[in-house]
């Protein structure tokens, strides 16, 4: 069965970096596109970034733009976030999610992972 | 940016009910939209994509329509599995994909 499961999350001071990682299961890796989708204490989900399945094209939301990475090793079954200069407003849950394309992306998610809270606080 | 207002933001219901929840884009997506369900400390599920297709495993007693800018969540028969928040996504134009601000299902 898929699973994502996420770790690298915790409390770092506004400036600070982190970085996530994602390691799958359950279904070939390097065939499908990966997402990270955030979500605020009590808010909505908001999109983050992507990367295709072999690492040719990411995109990126405004928020995260010049400051946050994607990127994925599919020998090791992982996918990665490295968040650098991060703000209070980073503050959120991050989800990895599977893009339901296989090799092209479709760009809606059908299986996540349990989330990572990540806490930008002085 | 595409938009995504979902309506309402929260209602009550009760077992047995049946129940639409709407979602409007800001501009036309064709049939580019998904529903997902959250439960409380829960990742999202995907239900719906291309705005009527019921994902695998999904019961029936969800469905969705709509094309354009105007789309709908039903669910048929409601159970107390079902009281969680939902959340549209348009997959049409990114980046960025783009969600709805989510509708809070709760028990009357």
């Known amino acids: 069965q898929v699973q994502l499961v996420e770790s690298g999350g915790g409390v770092v001071q506004p400036g600070g970096s982190l970085r996530l990682s994602c390691a799958a299961s359950g279904f070939t890796f390097s065939s499908y596109g990966m997402h990270w989708v955030r979500q605020a204490p009590g808010k909505g989900l908001e999109w983050v970034a992507f990367?295709?399945?072999?690492?040719?094209?990411?995109y990126y939301a405004d928020s995260v733009k010049g400051r946050f990475t994607i990127s994925r090793d599919n020998s090791k079954n992982t996918l990665y976030l490295q968040m650098n200069s991060l703000r209070a407003e980073d503050t959120a849950v991050y989800y990895c999610?599977?893009?339901?394309?296989?090799?092209?992306?479709?760009?809606?998610?059908?299986?996540w992972g349990q989330g990572t809270l990540v806490t930008v606080s002085s | 940016a595409i938009r995504m207002t979902q309506s309402p933001s929260s209602f009550s219901a009760s077992t047995g009910d049946r129940v639409t929840i709407t979602c409007r884009a800001s501009q036309g997506i064709s049939s580019y939209l998904a529903w997902y369900q959250q439960k409380p400390g829960k990742a999202p599920k995907l239900l719906i994509y291309a705005a009527s297709t019921l994902q695998s495993g999904v019961p029936s007693r969800f469905s969705g329509s709509g094309s354009g800018t105007d789309f709908t969540l039903t669910i048929s028969c409601l159970q107390s599995e079902d009281f969680a928040t939902y959340y549209c996504q348009q997959y049409y134009s990114y980046p960025p994909l783009t969600f709805g601000q989510g509708t809070r299902l709760e028990i009357k």
């Open positions: 990367i295709r399945y072999d690492g040719s094209n990411k």
């Open positions: 999610a599977k893009d339901i394309g296989e090799r092209g992306p479709l760009y809606y998610f059908d299986y």
